[in-house]
């Protein structure tokens, strides 16, 4: 019995809205990055309950694709927090203001 | 077979080559250059001296020749710009003029200016050479803008010879003036040739192959066209509907903006008050440039494109009374001066007023011979002027002179000579020239136009001033008993500078000869050769520059009419007479053994003589009180109004950016809150619009 396309989409709303209420609250650079995961994944929910909506298996090659996508993000990510962390001693974004006019 | 044609632009480029070499040899290694560059200076010109009058014995055989040197603006569906020459019998006639005064001028610089002991020669010499250079390429010129181009170099070359003894207080103050005044003119000129070229699309003088066209061809069409006959030429009729004017009026304006700078050149009323000043300059210059040859670029620009101006009435007459105007003016001027070059800088003036004369009352020919006979009977009076400053020692007033008939003979009867040609005593040159110009404005004035009646009775009356002042001065000069130690025992002169004078000096008794119109009339001889030169050849090309086709568009578009019924006598019996009288009234006060001033006797006329009309004042007061004003005002609202938009605008960009820019806070929080914030206003803005909800 399938479930319906609508409750993919509520979940994957939820989730996206999870990660930007993340995004916008949150002060450590990891949990940016976490969130940030979350934003993506619920773009691969999205993508995985189309393709199974339209039968069509486009949907979830692509969702490979874009788990790699974030796999990469990820560890540039894990690249920037280190060198935030090696100048301001901290992980937290809201100190590092140096970058503005 | 090479003939003389082919060496045509040699005629100009050899002066310029003596100008390299004079610049260039006298700044790397002036110990190669022999007397200061005077050398290559007097080669040069002796070459195109004989070059042109080899020229002149070609076109003398009724041969006469025009060639594009070299295009330097391809125009794509319009005019082209290019350098060319045209050699007919005015430019051949001219260009012996020029460079023999120029190749006299470099020999009398050997006394006057290497003999003295002058340093800085190679800049006087380089400036010489340029001088002539520009001068012979403006008198070859095929078309106005090139003549317009070398027009300016002349002035250039004026500017850098009156101010050759900068570190003096005068001559820069002079070569300033001289060049700003001559700019003033030729900045209408300038707007001229820029009407001329958008109006017929060219600025040819004289057309000869297919496919070409001249700018006083295309006006005679077009004025034609105006009287009903033939159609308007396409270019010129296209251009007439842009500025809405009829083609005699708007023709009529492009002739008075060239005349702008014929005035500012041949110092003519109100733009003459740089010609006394320039006078700062070496002696030799002033003979070369002040008196012979750049001045004579205004008058001969106009008898150059004359075909052009004898079509219009109002600018003849406008000539013609500027032109008398100035001729007695200057004269006036000219009676009262106490130093020797100063009453020649008048006199300069106020013959070139005549020649003036002679071209608006459309004696093309009388114009032209005086232009010749005054190039060297003028010359002569001043390198003549310049052996008496070296005898001098440099000292210029005539007060301080007296007797030095005995101890200079050479000088003082090569001086006498000019002195004679200048006040117009038969048979000397500038009776003959003179006389044919006041003869031409007569008949012409009692004829059609009786305008030029005016012109006539100040041309006249000026011949009385001219009889008197110059033989004050030569009265004064070489007369008397000598009034200082330095005219008791003057310094003697050398070999360079006698033979110009006595070239100059044969010529000036000399040369009149060649036009006797008052003896051809009376005994039928034909002895007028000028008038045959200057004539043009019937049934070619080249008729379209001569004497007989400006006679006719003298009759057929400006109404001239000659009053045939004078005889030739009386009016030159009148002139004669009148010279006569100045010349007695001269030696009655003057030719005594201890002269003394009588200005006095003048009353209040004498300080407005000595002030020569405050013209220089009028035109400081103009300067300082109306246009420096007026260019503060506009400065004024340049800075106020004009920057003050712009600043304004960019000072309200700099606040807003001052304030914008700080949400931009560094932190990433922020940032992003922005992001969503904006992305869901934009959602909830196309919603409202989509009709969403």
């Known amino acids: ?101 | 077979m090479a003939g003389a044609f082919d060496f045509t632009a040699a005629v100009p480029l050899l002066p310029f080559a003596a100008f390299l070499i004079a610049l260039l040899v006298g700044h790397f290694a002036p110990r190669l250059l022999p007397k200061g560059g005077a050398i290559p200076g007097i080669l040069a010109t002796a070459g195109s001296l004989l070059l042109s009058a080899w020229l002149a014995l070609t076109v003398s055989q009724g041969t006469y020749h025009t060639e594009t040197i070299y295009t330097w603006v391809v125009g794509q569906n319009t005019f082209d710009l290019h350098f060319g020459v045209l050699v007919d019998p005015l430019s051949a006639m001219m260009l012996v003029i020029v460079s023999l005064v120029a190749f006299l001028v470099h020999v009398f610089s050997l006394g006057y200016m290497n003999d003295e002991g002058e340093t800085g020669l190679p800049r006087y010499y380089a400036g010489l050479g340029l001088f002539t250079f520009s001068m012979l390429a403006f008198v070859v010129a095929d078309n106005l803008l090139m003549a317009f181009m070398f027009f300016e170099l002349v002035g250039l070359c004026s500017y850098l010879l009156i101010g050759f003894h900068f570190r003096e207080a005068g001559p820069p103050s002079a070569a300033k003036k001289a060049f700003l005044v001559t700019r003033f003119g030729d900045y209408f000129f300038l707007i001229g040739v820029v009407g001329v070229l958008a109006t017929f699309g060219t600025s040819r003088f004289l057309a000869v192959s297919e496919g070409v066209e001249s700018f006083p061809h295309l006006a005679e069409q077009a004025l034609l066209a105006a009287q009903g006959e033939g159609a308007t030429p396409e270019h010129v009729a296209g251009f007439l509907d842009v500025v809405g004017f009829e083609p005699q009026t708007w023709f009529a304006i492009l002739g008075l903006l060239i005349l702008g700078g014929v005035i500012g050149k041949s110092a003519q009323f109100p733009l003459h008050t740089w010609l006394p000043d320039a006078m700062e300059g070496p002696t030799p210059v002033s003979a070369l440039i002040h008196a012979a040859t750049m001045v004579a670029a205004g008058v001969y620009l106009v008898a150059r494109m004359y075909g052009f101006y004898a079509l219009l009435p109002t600018v003849l007459a406008i000539i013609a009374l500027v032109g008398g105007f100035t001729a007695l003016f200057a004269a006036t001027m000219g009676v009262v001066k106490d130093e020797l070059k100063q009453v020649l800088a008048y006199s300069t003036i106020s013959q070139y007023g005549y020649m003036m004369l002679g071209l608006g009352a459309g004696g093309y020919i009388a114009a032209t011979f005086h232009l010749m006979t005054h190039a060297f009977f003028k010359a002569l009076l001043f390198l003549g002027a310049g052996s008496v400053i070296i005898a001098m020692h440099h000292n210029e007033d005539m007060w301080d002179m007296g007797g030095l008939k005995e101890k200079m003979p050479v000088t003082y009867y090569t001086f006498l000579s000019g002195s004679l040609a200048l006040a117009g005593i038969v048979p000397f040159a500038g009776f003959w020239s003179k006389d044919e110009v006041l003869y031409e404005a007569l008949i012409y004035g009692s004829g059609e136009s009786p305008i030029l009646l005016a012109g006539y009775a100040m041309g006249l009356l000026a011949v009385f001033f001219t009889g008197f002042y110059t033989f004050r001065m030569v009265f004064l000069t070489f007369h008397g008993d000598a009034r200082t130690d330095t005219a008791e025992s003057p310094h003697g002169v050398g070999w360079n500078v006698k033979f110009p004078l006595v070239v100059l000096g044969v010529l000036a008794a000399t040369v009149g000869l060649i036009n006797m119109t008052p003896v051809a009339k009376l005994t039928g001889e034909h002895i007028e050769f000028l008038k045959d030169w200057l004539a043009g050849p019937q049934g070619s090309a080249y008729a379209n520059i001569g004497y007989e086709h400006y006679h006719h568009l003298l009759v057929d578009f400006a109404g001239y009419g000659a009053n045939e019924s004078l005889g030739v006598l009386v009016p030159a019996a009148v002139s004669l007479g009148l010279a006569l009288a100045g010349a007695g009234l001269a030696w009655r006060l003057y030719s005594v053994p201890e002269p003394v001033e009588h200005t006095e006797k003048l009353g209040g006329i004498k300080t407005v003589l000595y002030n020569n009309y405050y013209q220089d004042e009028y035109q400081v007061w103009l300067a300082e009180g109306v246009t420096l004003p007026l260019a503060r005002a506009a400065d004024t609202f340049d800075q106020g109004i004009i920057d003050g938009v712009v600043n304004g605008v960019s000072s309200v960009s700099l606040f807003a950016g001052g304030r914008i820019k700080r949400i931009q806070d560094g932190i990433v929080t922020h940032y992003a809150a922005l992001l969503t914030l904006s992305l869901v206003a934009l959602l909830v803005a196309f919603g409202l619009l989509g009709g969403w909800f």
């Open chain 1, 1 to 101: 019995m399938a479930v319906a396309v609508e409750y993919y989409l509520l979940l994957s709303a939820a989730v996206f809205c999870t990660g930007v209420f993340g995004i916008l609250t949150r002060e450590n650079a990891l949990m940016f990055l976490i969130s940030v995961e979350l934003m993506l994944n619920s773009a691969n929910i999205n993508l995985v309950a189309f393709s199974h909506f339209y039968g069509n298996a486009t949907g979830q090659v692509f969702s490979l694709f874009v788990i790699a996508l974030a796999a990469a993000e990820v560890a540039v990510g894990l690249g920037i927090i280190l060198v935030l962390y090696r100048n301001f001693d901290d992980v937290d974004v809201t100190n590092a203001t140096t970058m503005r006019w």
